[in-house]
């Protein structure tokens, strides 16, 4: 299990590394823990073996969070040096391969049916294009430290442009 962890999370790194300077100069660090204790991070840094994310404290924040919505920290200085932060972490659910019809009927839709809403889904968490169930099981949980600047930057342009969201 751990081996096919590191391999999604290296998936996961690759669309890191793809992201735009605008984008990355916005981020401190990106950083996934799985629910089996594996860790990795953007930029890479050492950790000590006794380190388990699955204890931190936005790991936690995540999973007690609605699936389909971003648990987020209050403004704090970085351990690393880079300023003050704000994290937001959302919970990844393990892929499942395509369920039997029998199994996409009623309310105990489980993972990779079809869906419009998130009540559709026994994980209720409805996302992706096509539209599909999350399987319940969780796989780890994504995270983002956004540096402060750049978090009251998109906060204050929200609120120029009218309230009408962050660009």
């Not at 962890?5 to 990355?24: E, I, K, N």
């Not at 890479?44 to 936690?60: I, L, M």
């Not at 039997?100 to 009623?106: N, P, S, Y």
Request: hydrophobic share 35%; proline share 5%.
């Amino acid at each position: 299990e751990v081996r096919s962890t590191v391999w999604a999370s290296q998936l996961m790194q690759s669309s890191w590394l793809a992201r735009s300077a605008a984008t990355t100069a916005r981020i401190a660090w990106t950083y996934f823990g799985s629910a089996n204790g594996m860790w990795r991070s953007l930029p890479g840094s050492r950790s000590t073996r006794s380190y388990d994310p699955t204890q931190r404290p936005w790991y936690h924040r995540a999973l007690s969070n609605p699936p389909s919505l971003y648990a987020s920290s209050a403004v704090y200085a970085d351990a690393g040096g880079l300023g003050k932060v704000v994290t937001f972490a959302q919970t990844i659910f393990q892929t499942q391969s395509m369920s039997t019809a029998g199994v996409c009927t009623g309310m105990d839709r489980a993972g990779n049916c079809a869906c419009t809403a998130h009540s559709d889904c026994h994980s209720n968490y409805c996302y992706g294009s096509p539209m599909r169930c999350a399987n319940p099981k969780v796989a780890g949980v994504g995270a983002v430290d956004l540096r402060y600047t750049a978090f009251s930057g998109l906060v204050e342009s929200a609120f120029v442009s009218g309230g009408s969201g962050i660009p």
